[in-house]
T-cell receptor
Framework: GESVGLHLPTLSVQEGDNSIINCAYS??????FIWYKQESGKGPQFIID?????DKRQGQRVTVLLNKTVKHLSLQIAATQPGDSAVYFC???????????FGSGTKLNVKP | GAGVSQTPSNKVTEKGKYVELRCDPI?????LYWYRQSLGQGPEFLIY????????DSGLPNDRFFAVRPEGSVSTLKIQRTERGDSAVYLC?????????????FGQGTRLTVV
């Protein structure tokens, strides 16, 4: 995704609906990806990761999909809850150490 | 505590002053990272330590920024002659090993405001 400075892309969903957050990554050599959740005033929190030899990985209520052909990553959250409201970042690296490149983030707003 | 601890949580300083930001990583984590996050943006890599040595400092914006980790645990990020553009949240993270495919745990950050 492109950088939008102070104006983060925002996704508004109704409580109980499924959410899909998308991310375009930049480096075709990247082989490890993480989705982070960041609540206001807190540091990023790990949600789920995926290696480049996979195209799908599931966790509890979350699924990450990786399409290497178009360098696209998505995070699916099932049955979205108010506690899921936060900014979500995708991060990529080339697997040699934890030097991650973060996207600009998407703000998820869950309406009760 | 069990997580990464950063102090202070907030720091206001005058332009031109020197500041130090501290990070206590998770016990036993050999790898430590500093990131900087400007408002509305994702974190940007600054520097990575493996043990006591800076393995990659390519993200430090200029020579006013310096970081140390003398005993391979606590790290201090030092900023000289602060400028208003240095205002941001400075995040520290640590991981069990430096290799890829391992989760990095972040602290809550230090919000630096230069006035």
């Amino acid at each position: 995704g492109e950088s939008v400075g102070l104006h983060l892309p925002t996704l508004s969903v109704q409580e109980g609906d499924n959410s899909i957050i998308n991310c375009a990554y930049s480096n075709s050599a990247s082989d490890y990806f993480i989705w982070y959740k960041q609540e206001s005033g807190k540091g990023p929190q790990f949600i789920i990761d995926i290696r480049s030899n996979m195209d799908k990985r599931q966790g509890q209520r979350v699924t990450v999909l990786l399409n290497k052909t178009v360098k696209h990553l998505s995070l699916q959250i099932a049955a979205t809850q108010p506690g899921d409201s936060a900014v979500y970042f995708c991060a990529e690296n080339m697997g040699n150490f934890n030097k991650f490149y973060f996207g600009s983030g998407t703000k998820l707003n869950v309406k009760p | 505590g069990a997580g990464v601890s950063q102090t202070p949580s907030n720091k206001v300083t005058e332009k031109g002053k020197y500041v130090e930001l501290r990070c206590d990583p998770i016990s036993g984590h050999t790898a430590l990272y500093w990131y900087r996050q400007s408002l509305g943006q994702g974190p940007e890599f600054l520097i990575y330590f493996q043990g006591t040595g800076a393995a990659d400092d390519s993200g430090l914006p200029n020579d006013r920024f310096f970081a140390v980790r003398p005993e391979g645990s606590v790290s201090t990020l030092k900023i000289q002659r602060t400028e208003r553009g240095d205002s941001a949240v400075y995040l520290c993270a640590s991981s069990l090993s430096p290799g890829g495919f391992t989760e990095a745990f972040f602290g809550q950050g230090t919000r630096l405001t230069v006035v």
